[in-house]
């Protein structure tokens, strides 16, 4: 945690003071506005205890008669009746507090009453008289719901409220207000202003300006009203309750005063007056409709009633079509998801479409320790650092960020480069599915002057326009569009759903592997079989050919001989094919033995063998750099033999003539190269270089062999679980790669 609490980050404090401000506004978070001890002096205080005023405002006396004194009994300020009307609405299930008028003195108040630390909290306001009030408000409420009804979109609904708050309560500027979320920043979405006020549309403010402990209350409190931002606060006596040790809790309090910090702020951006009604959705606030007046605006319980009950109205209304776009976007989402689905049945690989199914600048898609992305590419230093900060993670439970900067410190370099992640895990080995987002940046502005002077008060300095602004642009920094529930919901989806699809193909992939097994198998035993007993014939072939030519020499004519020549030749070169075969096919047969080879001793074994031929062409063998590879060491003797002999036969006609043999990391996996500078082989015939028996040199070009040798590699790497394949030599030539992953 920091310094300064946990909900102002160590970023927003540095903006605070790089704003110009020396204030310290974690102290705001600090300050329990709901025990301040006092109440706005337009009204009064009694808190009663047992019969007994236990707690008054220093008003109450002045306001409801010299019986609102402390310790005092009820009765002497309420007659029975009322007092047990009170309690009994106190008590009645109609939410946290009530009201009803209540003569007295020969004039009308208006009273409040609730629960508080023990006590019942009665709240005094000067009224009209009650049987007017419901016929002056029921009209104008019922046509602005019916109205507010009509609104097709979120951004509708809060046009309706705004106007229809304004028409009621008569203040100069009321605005709708969404949070980003829970503990974030907030826009301005609708208003309605008199003439003359500066436009706040599209105004967005900083996170800061509403502490954590307000937004609480706010979640308690529907409707928060502020009379008179010069009020002379009315104290309560006493200040600290014996009971608690505390001032009394005023969370519920309609006429609790106002933290000096806040009055100031709406001092400082031209407000005399306030109204804040709170917009909820599943308790949490969502937003605000906020009221300015240009001069003190006092509103009756009545008029306060009708807009509690018209954002209660709204919240409903607003949850509804949240719900309603939320639920065609995830609509929308998962007719996405059914045709990814069809194609990724196929290639998951390929990251094409996920960005339909959440809106996103990039997707990525790693598998098998390979990335691939598809929308504006980060390169691969991003993706790299973010794998690697990335927290464990198990497949198919999402993690998000939308500030990477802050809540992975190795992506902070990236900022403005990759500022926001969604990442669906797969598997537990790394795969994973991640849409990224850029930094949103997007125009903002201060509703007021930013070139006013800051403005002192009591406790010195204190935030101003233009420090929430220089705030604001300093912490929304690093920051991308949030990801919202329906985006988690879907990425949650899409991992099921790929999950049945895995899970379809590896039960058709092992069917599939135990029927190939069984092919091989038989594939491998008619092979050696046919091999073998292809040889026996095949030596009669030969010798018979033999004893003619040795009993026959001197009576036979040349192109008798000729012949005769022609099938010793062919037979040799049948047994030779046959040999090939009988040993690529036990290949499939043999059992892996791994352990760690260094490659300067097995390129010197394998020299043993074909170190002569190398030699008769003039070939000099190097090795680089001094490495080791773990394979099977028989096995891997075979590729090098087969792979140096090949250098040797295609050898280029003129020196100098070298072959060179080395390791190196090839997609994180160790490889080793064996690259020589002969006569190469044309790219389109690369890959049919690796079939069994298959030649791209004639032997009228004086190069001989069964043309198994790079099918014999292939097969040996393949059982290693690796992979191969021939590239260009610098200069010419051919290098093969061999991959062995460990």
Known sequence: MNNHGSWLTDRAFAAERAAGTSFDLSECVREPIHRLGGVQSYGALVA???????????????????????????????DAAQLSALHALADADTGQT????????????????????????????????????????????????????QAVTVVDAARAAVREIRAITGFDRVVAYRFESVDGPG???????AEGQEPWLGLWFPATDIPPQARRLYERNWIRVISDVDDETA????????????????????????????????????????????????????????????????????????????????????????????????????????????????????????DQVLECDTVAVRLDGRTSVHGADPGPEVLDALWAALPPSTAGEPWHSDRLGED???????????????????????????????????????????????????????????????????????????????????????????????????????????????????????????????????????????????????????????????????????????????????????????????????????LEVAGPRLETAGVRVSVSPVATVKADPVLFDEILVNLLVNAAKYARPEGPRTVEVGAATVDDEPAVYVRDNGIGMPAHLREQAFDLFRRLHARAEGVDGSGAGLAIVRRIVE????????????????????VFPL
């Not at 047992?50 to 402390?70: F, R």
């Not at 059982?719 to 061999?738: C, E, K």
Request: hydrophobic residues 45%; negative net charge.
């Open 187 to 193: 826009e301005v979405i609708a208003e309605e202003t």
């Open 98 to 149: 009530a009201m009803m008028p209540v003569q007295l003195g020969g004039g009308w108040l208006d009273v409040t009453v609730h629960h508080a630390d023990g006590l019942l909290v009665l709240e005094f306001e000067p009224a009209s008289p009650a049987p007017a009030a419901f016929t002056a408000f029921y009209p104008p409420i019922r046509a602005a719901l019916v109205r507010l009804q």
């Open 235 to 354: 104290r309560l006596v006493p200040e600290v309750l014996p009971e608690t040790g505390a001032p009394l809790d005023l969370s519920l309090s309609v006429l609790r005063t106002v933290s000096p910090y806040h009055l100031e702020y709406l001092r400082n951006i031209g407000v005399a007056s306030s109204m804040s009604v709170s917009l909820l959705s599943g308790g949490r606030l969502w937003g605000l409709i906020a009221c300015h007046g240009n001069a003190p605006h006092t509103l009756g319980p009545q008029l306060r009633a009708a807009c509690e009950f018209f954002g209660v109205a709204l919240s409903l209304h607003l949850a509804a079509l949240r719900e309603r776009d939320d639920t065609a976007a995830r609509e929308r989402s998962r007719t996405m998801i059914a045709r990814l689905i069809e194609r990724i049945a196929e290639d998951l690989s390929d990251p094409a479409g996920f």
């Open 719 to 738: 059982r290693h679980g690796g992979r191969v394949w021939a590239d260009d030599s610098p200069g010419g030539g051919t290098t093969i790669w061999a």
């Open 408 to 606: 992975l410190p190795a992506m902070a370099a990236f900022t403005g480069t990759v500022d926001g992640a969604l990442v669906l895990p797969l598997s537990d080995t790394g795969d994973r599915v991640v849409w990224l987002r850029r930094e949103r940046t997007v125009p903002r502005r201060w509703a007021a002057d930013p070139d006013r002077p800051v403005v002192l008060g009591p406790h010195g300095e204190r935030l101003t326009p233009r420090g929430s602004t220089a705030v604001f642009l300093a912490t929304v920094r690093g920051r991308s569009a949030p990801w919202t529930a329906t985006d988690l919901a879907m990425a949650v989806e899409l991992g099921r759903a790929i999950m049945q699809v895995a899970l379809a193909h590896n039960r058709r992939l092992s069917t599939l592997n135990s029927e190939l097994n069984r092919s091989n198998v038989d594939l491998d035993s008619f092979a050696h079989a046919a091999a073998h007993d292809l040889k026996e014939p095949l030596r009669g072939i030969a010798n018979q050919a033999t004893f003619l030519i040795e009993d026959s020499t001197d009576r036979m004519d040349e192109a008798t001989a000729r012949r005769l020549a022609s099938i010793q030749r062919l037979a040799t070169r049948m047994d030779e094919l046959l040999n090939a075969l009988l040993y690529y096919s036990r290949l499939g047969r043999t059992d892996l033995h791994r352990e760690e080879i260094d490659l300067d001793s097995a390129v010197a074994k394998a």
């Open 48 to 78: 009663l205890r047992a019969g007994t005023i236990a707690a008054t405002s220093e008003n109450a006396s002045a306001l409801l008669g010299p019986g609102a004194t402390v310790g005092a009994p009820a009765d002497g300020l309420l």
